[in-house]
Each structure stands twice: as C-alpha cells, then as structure tokens.
C-alpha cells in the first residue's frame, strides 16, 4: 500500500460518506458558470438571458431544480424579494434570494442555513456595467451552496437545511437581511447560519500561503441584546458566550482530531473572535442582529489584489477577482467542512436554555428547558479565563437539571448541549444572560 493511498483510506475513514463526494472539479465548473455571467452586479440587468444578475439567478436556480429532480423534489425553491432604496442603491432596485429548503422529517421547523452571495463588483461599487467576474467574491461561497445542495440532498435528516444564494450584498448586506426577515416570518428556529464568503483562495496578496485554516467569524455581544441583557453582563458575564461564539467553538471542535470529530478535511478552524474584518461586514450580521446564531466562514489569508478590483495589469501586476487566484482544492476543503457541519446540526437538536443557580453556597445547580430531539444532555463547565469547553462534559443526564456538589459557580462558567438518540450533538449554550440559541426575546 502506497503512502498516499493510506492516507487516501484514512480520510475516507474519517469523513462522513457525504463530505467525499464533494467534487472540486464540479465546484471550478460553476465558478466558471457564474464568471460567464459578465456581471452579478446587483444594479445589472435582471432579464438579459445571458448578461448580469437576472441570468446569474436563474441559472442558480435551475441548479436547484435539477439537485431536487435529483432526489424526488426532495428540495422546495422559494424566490423571496424585496425593492430597496439606498446610499448604494439610488433607484428602487429589486433584491431577490434563491432559497432551496430541504425540509426534515421530525422537526422541519428547526433549520440550518448555509448562503452565500451571488452579486460582484469592481472597484466603484455602483459601477453596474464593468466586468465583474466575481470568482471569489463570491462565485466560490455560491458555487459552495450548490454543492452542498447536491450532495446533501442525496441523504434525509430530522430538521430542515436551508441553502441559500443572496443578492445585494455588496450593496448593503441586503439579501442577507432580506433572509433573516424570511426566517423570522416563516416563524423559523433557526439553529445556525453559516455565511461563506471569499472561501476559494491560499494565497494572499503579499504571497503568504496557507490551505490548511479556515477562519470562522463570530460576535461577541449578541446583535438583539438590550440594557437589561447589557446590565446582566456586567454583573455576571456572558460577553464571550453568545450563541454564535459557541457555534464558532463546535465548528473548531468539529476539525479537532483529538474530538475525532466529523469534519477531518485537512482544514483546521482558526476562530476569529470579532463579528467580521475590520471595517467590513457580510451577510450573516443580519441575522445576528435578529438574534440568530450565524457565523462567517472566510480564507485564512485574503488577496486584496483580488477583491472589489476593475481588471487590470500594473506594473506587471494582475487586479481583479478572476479564477486563476483560486485554488479549488481549498475550496472543496471548505466545502466539506460545511457539508459536515450541516450534516451533524440537521440530526442534534437544538441547544437549550440552560439557567445556573450557585450564589453563596458550596455546590452549584444547572438546569435547562427540555428541547425536541434530545434524548440526553450533557453538562459542561470551563474555568472563565478557559477559551473553550473541555474535551469532556462533567455530566451526562436524562434529567433536566443537575447538582454539582463542591464546585463553586463564580469560579466556573456552564453550559449545557443536547444529544439525539444517534449520538448527534448540538453546540453548547451557555448558562449566562444571553446564552440562549433562541432570539433574546423568546429565551
Ligand atoms: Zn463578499
């Protein structure tokens, strides 16, 4: 047996049957789909057959169509839009998202959303008119959701997943809201969103490579917290315990080989704990403004030549955000790690509630609301200055509280997870004010 082949049948050991079929070739061809396209542009002609974002749409939404024809219509498309005016949008100009829902077959109501962004740019973000291939912003976190779409649909789970391509981004995060508003309505619970954008390229623009990370973005305070939660904090904490953070953990979690977690994809999460770049936002921020768990996923180093850029050469140097800049073996990387993510929060169920009781006494109490699905909970506690959970929960019950006799709370943080009758684990919730997975206003 060659070395290669060994490590060949180790990672097919590791990753789930689903996470293989990621096809980095099918990935590229779509890259080159959406590229052909001219523009995505948000402002560019919505009903040209061949040219701009209209055609861009249609074409993602027969991708849809045929992954759906695929598995019995296992998958419903929903076109949700809105007309928006804006600093970057002077005329009313329709947004539309195309939304591919697989619903599950307990709990459809409970969803995981994984988007990206279908609109390009140069570097004037009103210029509608200029090439704007858009490979990596954001042809590569689309043609991540189609993928995603094909190969998981081929399979059923309990809850439902949501793939979503969305407009307007560049001009205001507008799809994104436009989504989260669509979540809210359909009276969703929304179990996680996973926002990828710019997840195709190793090598950054001063030559530095590295296709072995992924960083995943989260918040801090969470986006729907109000005075009182902000009061809560200050006294007992949970600044650093917001849903989305700890949804940033068990995405790290799942690519630690010592958890032997699902996603072994030669991809380690690096988290970044700030809700996005500086000075730069994306799509998940409005659904964490809404309250919804959402992280983003983003290269580990980024080509600024290659981003928001007219296509030109300078002194010999290329601008411009054009295929050959990719690297689709990363890219595929980064899609299996979604693809296993998903896979592994569309069997858990939802994280719940969890309250701590433990001033002035020697022992603490932790409990939690029962949540669908769970067949068990694990309980788990962390120094304060510890940065994520432990490799081990100290409890796992039936019961909907626990008591911890001896350990003294203000020493300690808590949080609870829920575990389905398969093993299938959810993310930790924290025992903290605003720990809750839910909007801060049903918690
Ligand atoms: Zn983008």
């Not at 007309?83 to 970057?88: D, H, K, L």
């Not at 809201?177 to 979540?183: F, H, I, M, R, T």
């Not at 918040?219 to 849903?243: M, Y």
């Not at 990719?326 to 990387?333: I, P, Q, T």
Request: aromatic share 6%.
């Amino acid at each position: 047996m060659t070395r290669a082949f060994l490590a060949l049948s180790l990672l097919a050991l590791a990753l789930p049957l689903h996470a293989q079929e990621v096809s980095p070739q099918r990935l590229k061809a779509d890259v080159e789909t959406l590229v052909g396209f001219g523009t995505r542009h948000t402002m560019s002609s919505p009903t040209d057959p061949k040219r701009g974002i209209g055609a861009a749409r249609a074409w993602a939404k027969a991708q849809f169509a045929a992954s759906s024809a695929a598995c019995g219509q296992c998958l419903s498309i929903a076109t949700p839009e809105t007309t928006v005016t804006g600093e970057r949008l002077p005329s009313p100009t329709k947004i539309v998202d195309v939304v591919a829902i697989q619903r599950g077959s307990e709990r459809p109501n409970e969803v995981v959303i994984v988007a990206g962004h279908i609109d390009s740019r140069v570097s004037d973000v009103m210029n509608a008119t200029a090439d704007a291939p858009g490979a990596n912003d954001d042809g590569s976190g689309t043609a991540l959701v189609l993928e995603a779409a094909r190969v998981l649909s081929r399979q059923k789970f309990p809850t439902t997943i949501v793939y979503a391509v969305l407009s307007g981004e560049e001009q205001g995060l507008y799809g994104g809201k436009l989504l989260a508003d669509y979540a809210k309505a359909q009276g969703w619970t929304v179990k996680a969103m996973f926002n990828n954008d710019i997840v195709g390229n190793s090598r950054g623009s001063d030559g530095l490579v590295d296709d072995t990370h992924v960083r995943v973005f989260s918040e801090g305070p969470r986006g729907d917290g109000d005075a009182a939660l902000a009061r809560a904090q200050r006294a007992i904490g949970g600044e650093n315990d917001s849903p989305s953070r700890n949804l940033s953990r068990w995405l790290a979690g799942l690519t630690n080989p010592a958890q032997t977690g699902p996603g072994q994809t030669g991809l380690a999460v690096r988290q970044v704990w700030r809700a996005d770049r500086m000075g730069r936002g994306g799509d998940h921020l409005p659904f964490e403004a809404l309250g919804y768990p959402a992280v983003r996923f983003s290269v580990a180093v980024e080509n600024y030549d290659r981003q928001h850029q007219d296509l030109r050469t300078e002194q010999g140097r290329a601008y411009g955000d054009t295929i050959d800049a990719m690297d689709f073996a990363y890219l595929a990387k980064v899609t299996r790690l979604n693809v296993a993510g998903l896979a592994a929060l569309a069997r858990a169920p939802m994280p719940p509630v969890a309250t701590v009781k433990a001033a002035v006494q020697t022992f603490t109490e932790v409990s939690w609301k029962p949540v669908p699905g769970a067949a068990r909970y694990a309980v788990w506690q962390r120094r304060t200055d510890a940065p994520g959970w432990p490799a081990k929960p100290v409890r796992v019950t039936t019961q909907t509280q626990v008591t911890l006799p001896g350990v003294r709370g203000d020493d300690w943080f808590f949080g609870v997870s829920a575990i389905a009758a398969d093993g299938s684990a959810s993310p930790v919730a924290s025992a903290v004010p605003g720990g809750g997975f839910g909007p801060q206003a049903q918690n």
